[in-house]
């Protein structure tokens, strides 16, 4: 009796190079398949070969880290990059950066550090003349 073939998810692609400005190719035809927002200032980017992309967005975008679904305006170009914008519940969120990225950590993991790093702010003290 042959034994099961376990089923392995692939893994992440893993960039030659992190945090390198980028674009990514017909973003209007399945190019990219998954998101994960980063509070309002920005948003990771899966695409079709599980490279993650990180967008930093100009000023931030209201409702980004409740969206269940976000769209692109590429302003008529082939691809997605830092002239782009991403929409959330129809308000227009110009990114300023579009980089190669490593796959976020989850979601827990992230708050985590962001409220470690807010304690660890709060016990600073300004130094005295």
């Not at 975008?61 to 997605?80: K, M, N, R, V, Y």
């Not at 959330?88 to 796959?103: A, M, N």
Request: some cysteine.
């Amino acid at each position: 009796m042959a034994a099961p073939v376990e089923a392995k998810r692939p893994e992440p692609y893993v960039w030659p190079e992190l945090g390198v400005e980028s674009k990514i190719i017909f973003p209007h035809h399945d190019a990219i398949r998954n998101f994960e927002a980063d509070g309002s200032d920005g948003v990771w980017l899966e695409d079709r070969q599980r490279r993650w992309y990180y967008a930093e967005l100009m000023g931030g975008c209201h409702d980004l880290d409740f969206a269940q679904a976000i769209g692109f305006d590429t302003g008529g170009s082939p691809h997605f990059d830092k002239f782009s914008s991403i929409i959330v519940r129809g308000q227009k969120c110009p990114l300023i950066s579009l980089q190669t990225s490593e796959k976020p950590l989850p979601r827990k993991e992230r708050l985590k550090l962001r409220n470690a790093a807010k304690v660890a702010a709060k016990d600073v003290v300004a130094p005295s003349n």
